[in-house]
């Protein structure tokens, strides 16, 4: 990971905007970042680690409320925003985020949680690819890209101050954490787990194939193998036996099942004479009914022929129906036509009269068209008079208010001028004050968090004793749940034999060894052990692993918050220098007396701005009342002239109307010539009108009376052709015999249901024909035969077939016998030859399971022996940089020893000293001393994972502070050091104030402090 540019807005120190641009010096570049203390030159560290994770730079910092990322120097209404574009892999990304804080919005503080954007961007700086907009997401995509939590990024990429020497004290555990993902070596892990997972599934299997066993014995009741093939062939002489005896009864009942089939065919025969006597009976009984269904189905069929002859009267009737309601409706037309012919007459009779006065109508008009122009010409005029009158008023007023308005401008002008002279000479004490209170503020709360801290240093001491307590019971509990574990292996291994032994059968072979005698078979002291024991171990092996390493955590915790307070506690008291010793109590006391004084002063101030603010506004605005007051003087002389005119006109045009005599209403007369325009064409119209009507009822009278004497024709000739066809029926009824009508109308049937009679008929006499020659048949049939007893026959049938079926169950289940026993005894032998192939594998592979996870004599896993090796080239790289820096005297090795039984080492580091000889722990060098070599130790790191395949390249380090505790010939060698990094293309930041710095590293981002009141720190770079 690269960084490229860093922006921060109110952040920190920084009430501003300010951008470093690290490209700026192009592939590999050597910064010093500057600046006197307190300017703020750690807080673009916390930029940059904020940016990416979050979090500041520093533990002591990181546990700050975000509220305090915000600089206390900003504008209400500026947002605080961190943003940050870094480069990984020739990927380009931005990050963007806004921590939880205050920010005044339309009056009013409000409340903004903490917020996070990443994009991806192309070479030109447009997004592409990626877009997060989730605090959650943003957090876990910068740890996949980069490849570190935020705590392993402070230990290698980010040195901070008083924590450089995190990673050269870390506990192996911690180290191993870090490795792990510099050189992506979580697949030895992965083998580590396999080799457990499968020496776990072998025991599965074997315990799983023991229990198969014992199962298939004690679900057959058997105690051993030989149990079960005596069984088999016990079975199978049974068998043998009861098949000798089966033909016998087939023979048996092969012979009842022919006199049964005899016996059933004489017994149908006889059966078919009784139903065919029975069937003619009953056809017999119905010849009566039949008889008579045929006699209706003939007079049906007569009633037939005359069906035409009635429909073709009715039809007649109907239509002579309907002809005397067609001359009804014509009589009543013809009646209202009449009416409506008198009407008409009487219509045309008015008409003709209001037509004759169209002449009289005509020259009114024209009287009434001549005065009605001079009307309206005097009516508008009277309109323009009433309208100049309304104008002139108008115009008046406005040039009244117009004048008042510019007379109390200028007065409150005047006012404002001598309230503004009484106000002035506030300025100077306000800023003196702002200055004493930004100083007060400080130092309250300085003072504040000092007494804080040293509450949390009594609670944090009293912490780290309890977490040591606690850490040595789980050592000791994670020891005896080892034992048991182990104890609880060995003994279901054990088990195995004798869980086998119990299975054995004197003269049957055995499964493993196949010997028929077992002189010694093993015997199992107790319960024979099973997987269940050993898991219930394992998982409390693993409870214990995971107790001892949150005991673990929780002293590394509280002694790194111990030490954190302690460097706090002394940051506070060097800041507040003699205000440390004064009382909480005054310093607040006087910080509210100079806000009481300042709050005294920003009243008077505010009044007097507000003044010159009115007095600036009022004069801006006085040109304009003035002009306004001359526009309105004008528009009402101009609207008193208009006046005089339009009276005049009027006076001219009363004096030439009354000369006239043109006098009225002119709407009224408007109204009598509309209404004569009107009434004119409408009298030839209506005239018109009326006569056409009085034409068209003529015409419809007359053709109305001649279709009803054509109809009345028509009628009387239909109604004489109607009786000559009812004397035909009547005639035609008696020649068939029926004398009566209503013998006619009984016979009458549809004709379907008439010829179905007939063809009933018909099918009776076939069917009794039939009957009697059913019946001569089957007596033929029955001479000289005697009915069989089927009852006999039937039950000597069925004993012949039940002893068969008896016997053939009794062999079938002989047969599931015999195969049952045979599968049994095959799936035993099955089960114990993949026993003894499974548990030769588990010889080899639970060993190697073992040797993996660290039960080994140096007690350690697969991935951290791998890790050690590759711990030991970084030790070899770092010893190289640091030996150049101490001049020879220190070199880095790793330790092979354990710093207690408690813990596991292997990823421990050793100094070996050139003066004394002797190798002792890193954590006994002196604090110059610890930072060369927590300084060698990251760069070596650098080194060996850019070195390895596959690993993370580390493109950037940042070193905050501690060269102020090198001498002046050390400080010129760990320079050295860190510019041959700069010429491997590495970006190196080193942060300090000392003096000598600057004159050896020419490109710096100096960080420049604000005056007191005057904003915030600010950043300017130099030769970069």
């Given at each position: 990971m690269r960084p490229l540019h860093l922006t921060l807005r109110a952040f920190g120190p920084f009430a501003g905007e300010v951008r470093v641009d690290f490209a700026r010096g192009g592939d590999a570049q050597f910064l010093l970042i500057n600046g006197p203390t307190g300017a703020g030159k750690t807080s673009l560290l916390d930029g940059l680690c904020f940016a990416l994770y979050g979090k500041a730079s520093g533990e002591a910092r990181e546990k700050q409320s975000d509220r305090f990322l915000r600089s206390q120097q900003a504008r209400p209404e500026d947002e605080c925003v961190v943003s940050l574009v870094f480069e990984v892999a020739g990927r380009r990304f931005l990050v963007e985020r806004k921590p939880t804080q205050l920010v005044r919005s339309r009056g009013k503080d409000v409340e903004r949680k903490h917020s996070a954007g990443l994009w991806e961007l192309d070479a030109d700086g447009a997004v592409l690819g990626e877009r997060l907009g989730k605090v959650t997401d943003v957090n876990q995509r910068v740890e996949e890209l980069i490849g570190f939590t935020s705590e392993q990024f402070r230990q290698v990429m980010v040195l901070p101050q008083g924590e450089f020497r995190r990673l050269l004290l870390a506990k192996s555990d911690e180290k191993e954490k870090i490795l792990r993902k510099l050189f992506g070596a979580g697949r030895y892990r992965l083998v580590e787990e396999a080799l457990k997972a499968r020496r776990n599934a072998l025991e599965r299997q074997l315990s799983e194939l023991g229990a198969g066993m014992e199962a298939i014995l004690s679900a057959k009741g058997a105690h051993g193998v030989g149990e079960l093939e005596e069984r088999l062939a016990a079975a199978l002489a049974r068998r043998g036996e009861r098949e000798a005896g089966r033909d016998g009864l087939r023979l048996a009942q092969a012979e009842a099942q022919a006199a049964l089939a005899r016996g059933q065919a004489v017994e149908r025969e006889f059966l078919e004479r009784a139903q065919a006597g029975e069937a003619l009976d009953a056809l017999a009984a119905r010849q009566t009914e039949a008889q008579a269904q045929a006699r209706r189905a003939e007079r049906a069929v007569k009633a037939l022929e005359h069906a035409d002859l009635e429909a073709a009267i009715a039809q007649g009737e109907r239509a002579a129906s309907g002809r005397l309601a067609e001359l009804a409706r014509l009589d009543r037309e013809l009646a209202e036509l009449e009416a409506r012919r008198a009407q008409a007459q009487e219509a045309l009779t008015r008409a003709e009269a209001a037509r004759l006065r169209v002449p009289e109508l005509a020259a009114e008009r024209e009287r009434l068209a001549a005065g009605l122009a001079r009307l309206r010409e005097r009516n508008a005029a009277a309109g323009r008079v009433r309208q100049a009158e309304s104008g002139e008023a108008a115009a008046s007023t406005a040039a009244a208010k117009a004048e008042q308005e510019l007379s109390a401008l200028d007065q409150r002008l005047e006012e404002?001028?001598?309230?503004?002279?009484?106000?002035?000479?506030?300025?100077?004490?306000?800023?003196?004050?702002?200055?004493?209170?930004?100083?007060?503020?400080?130092?309250?709360?300085?003072?504040?968090?000092?007494?804080?801290?040293?509450?949390?240093?009594?609670?944090?001491?009293?912490?780290?004793?309890?977490?040591?307590?606690?850490?040595?019971?789980?050592?000791?509990?994670?020891?005896?749940?080892?034992?048991?574990?182990?104890?609880?292996?060995?003994?279901?291994?054990?088990?195995?034999?004798?869980?086998?032994a119990a299975t054995l059968v004197q003269g049957q072979p055995c499964p493993v060894c196949g010997s028929t005698e077992h002189p010694g078979p093993a015997a199992g002291a107790g319960a024979l052990p099973d997987r269940a024991a050993l898991e219930k171990a394992e998982a409390a092996e693993a409870r214990a692993e995971k107790a001892l390493?949150?005991?673990?955590?929780?002293?590394?915790?509280?002694?790194?918050?111990?030490?954190?307070?302690?460097?706090?506690?002394?940051?506070?008291?060097?800041?507040?220098?003699?205000?440390?010793?004064?009382?909480?109590?005054?310093?607040?006391?006087?910080?509210?007396?100079?806000?009481?004084?300042?709050?005294?002063?920003?009243?008077?101030?505010?009044?007097?701005?507000?003044?010159?603010a009115a007095r600036e506004e009022l004069a801006a605005r006085r040109p304009e009342a003035l002009a306004r007051r001359d526009a309105a003087q004008a528009a009402h002389a101009g609207s008193a002239q208009a006046l005089a005119g339009a009276r005049a006109l009027l006076e001219r045009l009363r004096s030439e109307a009354d000369a006239q005599g043109a006098d009225?209403?002119?709407?009224?007369?408007?109204?009598?010539?509309?209404?004569?325009?009107?009434?004119?064409?409408?009298?030839?119209?209506?005239?018109?009108?009326?006569?056409?009507?009085?034409?068209?009822?003529?015409?419809?009278?007359?053709?109305?009376?001649?279709?009803?004497?054509?109809?009345?024709?028509?009628?009387?000739?239909?109604?004489?052709?109607?009786?000559?066809?009812?004397?035909?029926?009547?005639?035609?009824?008696?020649?068939?015999?029926?004398?009566?009508?209503?013998?006619?109308?009984?016979?009458?049937?549809?004709?379907?249901?008439?010829?179905?009679?007939?063809?009933?008929?018909?099918?009776?006499?076939?069917?009794?024909?039939?009957?009697?020659?059913?019946?001569?048949?089957?007596?033929?049939?029955?001479?000289?035969?005697?009915?069989?007893?089927?009852?006999?026959?039937?039950?000597?049938?069925?004993?012949?077939?039940?002893?068969?079926?008896?016997?053939?169950?009794?062999?079938?289940?002989?047969?599931?016998?015999?195969?049952?026993?045979?599968?049994?005894?095959?799936?035993?032998?099955?089960?114990?030859?993949?026993?003894?192939?499974?548990?030769?594998?588990?010889?080899?592979?639970?060993?190697?399971?073992?040797?993996?996870?660290?039960?080994?004599?140096?007690?350690?896993?697969?991935?951290?022996?791998?890790?050690?090796?590759?711990?030991?080239?970084?030790?070899?790289?770092?010893?190289?940089?640091?030996?150049?820096?101490s001049r020879g005297r220190y070199r880095l090795v790793r330790s092979e020893a354990t710093r207690d039984a408690r813990s596991t080492g292997g990823l421990d580091l050793d100094v070996v000293d050139a003066h004394s000889g002797e190798a002792r722990p890193a954590s006994t060098l002196s604090g110059g001393e610890s930072f060369l070599a927590s300084l060698a130790l990251a760069l070596g790191l650098s080194d060996v994972v850019m070195a390895q395949q596959g690993g993370r390249r580390l493109d950037c380090i940042f070193i905050d502070e501690g060269f102020g505790a090198l001498d002046g010939d050390t400080l010129e060698d760990a320079l050295r050091t860190l510019a041959e990094l700069h010429g491997a293309g590495r970006l190196i930041g080193v942060i300090s104030h000392v003096a000598e710095l600057k004159e050896r590293i020419d490109a710096r981002i100096d960080v420049l402090p604000g005056r007191p009141g005057k904003g915030g720190s600010t950043v300017r770079q130099v030769n970069c």
């Open positions: 404002l001028r001598r309230e503004a002279e009484g106000l002035s000479g506030l300025g100077a004490e306000a800023a003196r004050l702002d200055m004493e209170i930004s100083r007060l503020e400080a130092q309250t709360g300085q003072r504040a968090q000092l007494d804080e801290l040293t509450r949390k240093q009594s609670r944090a001491e009293a912490g780290l004793a309890q977490a040591q307590a606690g850490h040595a019971e789980a050592e000791a509990a994670l020891g005896q749940a080892r034992r048991a574990r182990q104890e609880a292996q060995q003994a279901l291994l054990h088990g195995r034999a004798a869980l086998l390493e949150s005991a673990r955590a929780a002293v590394d915790a509280a002694r790194t918050l111990a030490a954190r307070l302690e460097s706090g506690l002394a940051h506070c008291r060097e800041s507040l220098g003699e205000a440390a010793a004064m009382p909480a109590e005054e310093l607040s006391r006087r910080l509210a007396q100079a806000r009481e004084r300042a709050s005294a002063l920003n009243v008077g101030q505010e009044r007097l701005e507000r003044c010159r009225g209403d002119a709407a009224a007369v408007q109204a009598r010539l509309d209404e004569l325009a009107r009434a004119i064409p409408k009298a030839e119209a209506d005239f018109r009108t009326a006569q056409d009507a009085l034409n068209a009822l003529d015409t419809r009278l007359g053709t109305s009376r001649g279709q009803r004497g054509g109809l009345w024709q028509g009628h009387e000739e239909a109604l004489a052709l109607l009786a000559g066809q009812r004397q035909d029926f009547e005639r035609r009824l008696l020649e068939s015999g029926f004398y009566t009508r209503r013998e006619y109308e009984e016979a009458k049937l549809p004709r379907q249901q008439a010829e179905a009679l007939q063809e009933a008929a018909a099918r009776h006499g076939q069917a009794l024909a039939a009957a009697r020659d059913r019946l001569d048949r089957a007596t033929a049939a029955c001479q000289g035969k005697t009915r069989p007893d089927m009852a006999a026959l039937n039950a000597a049938q069925e004993r012949a077939a039940a002893e068969l079926d008896a016997l053939n169950r009794e062999l079938g289940e002989l047969s599931t016998q015999v195969q049952d026993l045979g599968e049994a005894l095959n799936a035993i032998g099955e089960k114990a030859a993949r026993t003894r192939e499974l548990e030769e594998n588990y010889r080899v592979v639970g060993r190697l399971a073992d040797i993996a996870a660290g039960d080994n004599p140096r007690r350690m896993t697969l991935q951290r022996y791998v890790l050690a090796a590759l711990f030991e080239e970084v030790a070899r790289a770092a010893s190289q940089r640091l030996g150049r820096m």
